[in-house]
């Protein structure tokens, strides 16, 4: 080669010929290197397009379906309506500022600690309801919530005492009304028809009242002034009904100086752990049956807020719950039986049940998750 080109090519020649050769092979570098960032700049423009469809499309933390299902049975309970005709409409994670998630009850004692949890949404197509919730749904609140309207008519207040006395065989005294809202009824029959009985198609205002008992929850339909009383016997079974917990069955009484005790037992673990209170604040938590005494252990909180908490115990009349057992539903498995006493007797439920206890006794159970909660 070096001699043919020797021969048919001149110096200025063979340095034309090499040029022509060196940008050549440039334009192609020059070429390929175009579409190699072309093709980058278009993957990238397409993984970018991509994400931003995911974004507007995944919400990015799903709420949990033990958290759905309890919002969900509490307001069918509150209503008296089947859980199928409610739909969460939103939801979003929060993190609350306390222990009562931030909607505390009138003189609730509530921990001053960050509580992560959730804000649902749930409509049945007509109204919304706000819910705060814990992480797992436990601890839930009905933030669209209104205390008892002062508007209630006395006439009404004194017809509807009246009929859940009768019907519970129970003094009035023992009786507390609980919730109240102005209602307007379909018919004459207060939308609860007795069989092959004629209603008239008329608006009726009225109130829909909710009367606490110590083992029962009764919800009526009233007109304006209390004059027609009809009890919601559907919405009324929804609530527990307690049996009597065997002598044999009942844990020791308390010490002196032991203000509260838990035993919590079952779940998936089958285990029984035991956190009792004393009058100085400790709380002392132990697993039973742990030979190595390894879970033991000693927390403080202060004597004001024992003192508090008895306090509370006393204006929700935990002790007329005494040796009283709110039982899981038939066929539940897996869950947590709490065994809670005080000085005055026990109360025994379940995690599945508890949103459907009473009001009384709901608020006693928080109230002691909030000051375990808080111990350090």
Known sequence: MKIMLKKYFNPNQARILTALILTGILSVGSGLIVIKGATAASASLSLGASNEVLKKNIKPNRLPRPVANAVLQDLARRQGILTRELEIIDYNQQTWRNGCLQLPQPDELCTQAVVPGW????????????????????SLRLASEKPLSDKLPASVKNAVLQAASKGLQQPISQLTIIQAQQQTWSNGCLELANADEFCTQALVPGWRVVVGAIDKTLVYHTNQTGSTVRLNQKASESTL?????????????????????QIS????????????????????????????????????????????????????????FQNLSYPAPSGAADYITYTLTSQEGTVQYNDISQNNLPKNLQAAVKAWNQLAASAQ
């Open 119 to 138: 804000r649902v949404a749930v409509s049945n197509g007509k109204q919304t309801w706000i819910y705060h919730t814990n992480r797992n749904g436990r």
């Open 241 to 261: 009904s307690p049996v009597q917990i065997p002598v044999s069955e009942l844990p020791p009484p308390l010490d002196r100086d032991v203000v509260f005790r």
């Open 265 to 320: 037992s079952g779940g998936f673990a089958g285990r029984t752990y035991q956190t009792v209170l004393l009058k100085d604040g400790r709380l002392i938590s132990v697993r039973i049956g742990d030979a190595n005494d390894s879970e033991r252990s000693v927390r403080r909180v202060s004597v004001q807020q024992v003192q508090q908490f008895q306090r509370f115990l006393e204006r929700s009349k935990f002790s007329k």
